[in-house]
């Protein structure tokens, strides 16, 4: 089935660094979906991505779909301490009900 | 902005013991999702609903779970013997137009 994995596991970043997690799909994506999830909370939104070479911004934080419509990536600039949660990107299945497969997740800790 | 609400936000229970997980989902939406999260792990499909059918369930949405639309617009997640791996936090989740999914805040079953 199809399985979507992400690197690294951890990060640990410095407060006002910069850093990048990257997620890969082992099936060609429609699109790519990224979640925050906080310490405690749910997941939460923050972007989709659907064409191939797409880069997407959200102040600090900047979204790109691979040109294979395989893989992404996201990176946080000038990372701050509310950045501090677990970063999942998630793909929806090609099969009926298009349910979302998500990534392990990239947990991240911010050092002030 | 639309929200998903679930109740309780934490149940404790007995193994063995038959749990009922609820869930209202965004209105007016035919897809529905169960997910559970072990704790730290990711975030894993149990079953998608639609048009008050199931169309898609994972290998972990056994014998033992069910899902059912009581009234037009409570979901509920059955589980009638928990096993202590059955602790986790389960969402519930709606999709919601280009804005990815809904989840709501879940569930916290602790099972002893």
């Known amino acids: 089935g199809q399985q979507v994995m992400q690197i690294p596991q951890y990060q640990h970043v410095q407060e006002g660094e910069d850093f990048t997690t990257y997620c890969n799909s082992s099936?060609?994506?429609?699109?790519i979906q990224w979640y925050k999830q906080r310490p405690g909370g749910h997941p939460v939104f923050l972007i989709q991505?659907?064409?191939?070479?797409e880069v997407k911004k959200q102040k600090r934080l900047t979204f790109q779909f691979g040109e294979a419509k395989k893989n992404s990536s996201l990176h946080i600039t000038a990372t701050q301490t509310t950045d501090v949660g677990t970063y999942f990107c998630?793909?929806?299945?090609?099969?009926?009900?298009?349910?979302?497969?998500f990534g392990g997740g990239t947990r991240v800790l911010v050092k002030p | 902005e639309p929200e998903v609400t679930q109740t309780p936000s934490h149940q404790v229970t007995q193994m063995g013991q038959e749990v009922i997980l609820r869930c209202v989902p965004i209105s007016n939406h035919l897809y529905f999702y169960w997910y559970r999260q072990i704790l730290g792990q990711k975030v894993e499909f149990l079953v998608s609903?639609?048009?008050?059918?199931?169309?898609?369930k994972s290998e972990i949405f056994d014998d033992q779970f069910s899902v059912e639309r009581p009234d037009g617009s409570n979901f509920t997640l059955k589980i009638r013997s928990t096993k202590l791996e059955d602790s986790a936090m389960y969402f519930c989740?709606?999709?919601?137009?280009?804005?990815?999914?809904?989840f709501g805040s879940g569930t916290r079953l602790t099972v002893v």
């Open positions: 609903f639609y048009n008050n059918e199931i169309s898609e």
């Open positions: 991505l659907v064409k191939s070479g």
């Open positions: 998630a793909g929806p299945s090609k099969a009926a009900g298009n349910k979302l497969t």
């Open positions: 099936t060609t994506l429609s699109n």
């Open positions: 989740a709606s999709p919601y137009r280009t804005r990815g999914y809904t």
